[in-house]
């Protein structure tokens, strides 16, 4: 997976990013188009004071690449402005390298990241506008019905762990299984998934 970080003024890839993605390049706009460079996952930081406008672009110069766009102090405004111009992710500039891998492969695959605190508010509108389906699909096991129902909920891995009394790991390995199972990609798909 070939990871991307457009630089722009001062604003370049965290060190976190650079332990996540030791074979990641980084480079300005400039220099990525010049060189024709190709990427799976393009990154760029909303601390740039034009990178709505490097988005867009960035949109068109790598149409086949999703856009994950940082963030030093993220906020749901800056979230959904960078949502609605077509990122496919947004998440803290300092995540955890294990979460910024995490966050390329839920984008690689099709999927949005947004971060826990946009998800579940968006997961609260999908509640409030649409009733719980009467029986969850046959396929999940008792206790993927059960993370489920919880992720619909609009609950956090810890707090579904804390509910359920299972470790975090296990819920995230029943969400692997309820996602590849439901042929969804995110807990926003899941939720509309397992609503009327």
Same mark, same amino acid.
Request: aromatic share 6%.
């Given at each position: ?9 001062? $604003? ?8 996540? #993605? ?15 460079? *190709? ?22 110069? #790598? ?7 940082? +963030? ?11 949502? $609605? ?20 492969? $839920? $984008? &690689? ?10 998800? &579940?508010?968006?997961? +609260?509108?999908?509640? *409030? ?11 999940? &096991? ?15 891995? *810890? ?12 819920? *995230? ?24």
């Amino acid at each position: 997976m070939h990871n991307l970080f457009l630089v722009a003024g001062m $604003v370049a890839p965290s060190t976190r990013w650079r332990d996540a #993605f030791a074979d990641g390049v980084y480079v300005t706009w400039d220099v990525a188009v010049s060189a024709r460079l *190709k990427a799976d996952v393009v990154w760029l930081g909303a601390a740039a004071p034009n990178w709505k406008e490097l988005l867009a672009k960035a949109l068109q110069q #790598f149409a086949d690449a999703p856009v994950i766009v940082v +963030s030093n102090a993220p906020n749901e405004r800056e979230a959904m402005s960078a949502m $609605v111009a077509g990122a496919r992710g947004y998440c803290h500039a300092w995540a955890s390298p294990e979460q910024l891998r995490e966050v390329t492969q $839920v $984008v &690689s695959r099709g999927g949005y990241w947004i971060g826990q605190a946009l998800m &579940s508010r968006l997961i +609260s509108v999908v509640n *409030k506008g649409l009733p719980m389906a009467d029986e969850l699909p046959e396929e999940l &096991s008792g206790r993927e019905a059960e993370v489920a129902r919880e992720v619909v909920a609009g609950r956090s891995n *810890k707090e579904i762990a804390r509910v359920l009394g299972i470790t975090e790991r296990t819920v *995230k390995a029943h969400l692997g299984a309820i996602f590849a199972k439901l042929g969804v990609r995110d807990r926003l798909q899941l939720a509309l998934r397992l609503r009327r």
